[in-house]
């Protein structure tokens, strides 16, 4: 059943880059970042002044890690992802957050201790060369940016943007499992201050005369920053703390490869843009991956059976 929920929360999540990218269309990213988290937050702290207040007290431990929650998987993610999402399709952003799943076996190893053997080391070889080909093709938006290398700048901006997600993640499994912290508590407080630092930094580099949308896209800008607020901040962001409780931060990481294939279909049917078959025959690959790694750590006993859930629960 949790593992239904898992993919449930990537298909519905993946969605959303042909959503932010109609929306980019209407508003610049960083002002999108600072509204998304601040109407989001306000929601969220809401709802626990309401009903939990005790909920909304922070002890001096928690306020240094929920503030590098902030700043990483919530600040810079998200103008990260937005400023590259406007120079590649939705399919290639969602893709190239396969990278987490890097990421995320190099946290967890540094935090959780936990190890990396001969088959997940198999598992993380096959990922990385399913990822390779998608590098190597470039649309002629991302050649006129210039970048490093193999890479463009849109690319590696979203490679920045998965990097500091992972860690963000991790940093929440440290709050949820070993902090005491409920996930709406953390969600709602790091939204609040990364989208007040994101609000600030659209303030001195947008065009605020006297608002940086202009008339016309104020309809869209308003509808896809609601949309997007609802379905990704409030109830996919507060699903994944949840399920953080049941699997590890690397296998959510990996579990988040099916996303090119939900992400593909969507803009497809709202952007009309067809599915690349590069990026559906590298995901096929380091799916693959995943699985080896997924078998393994449920052999290490790092993902909670439904077994044991069970009686945990009744305990």
């Known amino acids: 059943m949790h593992m239904l929920l898992v993919v449930f929360l990537f298909a519905t999540w993946s969605s959303m880059f042909s959503l932010a990218k109609m929306t980019l269309e209407h508003c610049p990213p960083i002002l999108l970042t600072a509204a998304r988290m601040l109407i989001s937050s306000l929601i969220i702290l809401g709802f626990l002044f309401i009903r939990k207040r005790n909920l909304l007290k922070l002890s001096k431990d928690q306020i240094i890690p929920i503030s590098l929650l902030a700043i990483l998987s919530i600040y810079l993610t998200n103008i990260f992802e937005f400023w590259g999402l406007q120079h590649l399709s939705a399919a290639k952003t969602c893709f190239i957050y396969s990278l987490s799943p890097f990421f995320a076996a190099f946290f967890s190893y540094i935090h959780f201790k936990e190890k990396m053997n001969k088959r997940k080391w198999i598992g993380m070889i096959i990922g990385f060369l399913g990822i390779t ?125 099916l996303s090119p294939f939900f992400a593909s279909l969507s803009e ?48």
Not at 271 to 287: N, Y
């Open 268 to 315: 497809w049917i709202f952007l009309g843009q067809k599915p690349s078959l590069v990026i559906l025959g590298s995901s096929c690959i380091v799916i693959l991956g995943l699985w080896i790694i997924y078998k393994e750590e449920l052999r290490q006993g790092y993902i909670i059976k439904k077994s044991q859930t069970t009686s945990i629960a009744e305990s």
């Open 133 to 257: 080909p998608v590098f190597l093709t470039h649309s002629k938006g991302e050649s006129l940016l210039g970048g490093f290398s193999i890479f463009s700048w849109a690319e590696l901006a979203i490679i920045g943007a998965a990097l500091f997600s992972v860690y963000g993640w991790v940093l929440l499994r440290i709050l949820v499992k070993n902090k005491e912290v409920s996930p709406l508590t953390a969600n709602g407080w790091s939204m609040l201050i990364g989208g007040g630092l994101a609000l600030i930094h659209s303030f001195f580099i947008d065009s605020w005369k006297p608002f940086p949308v202009g008339p016309s896209d104020m309809s869209g800008f308003i509808q896809g920053t609601l949309i997007m607020t609802f379905i990704s901040n409030i109830f996919c962001y507060n699903l994944y703390g949840f399920l953080l409780k049941k699997f590890t931060a690397t296998l959510m990481s990996f579990m988040g490869l």
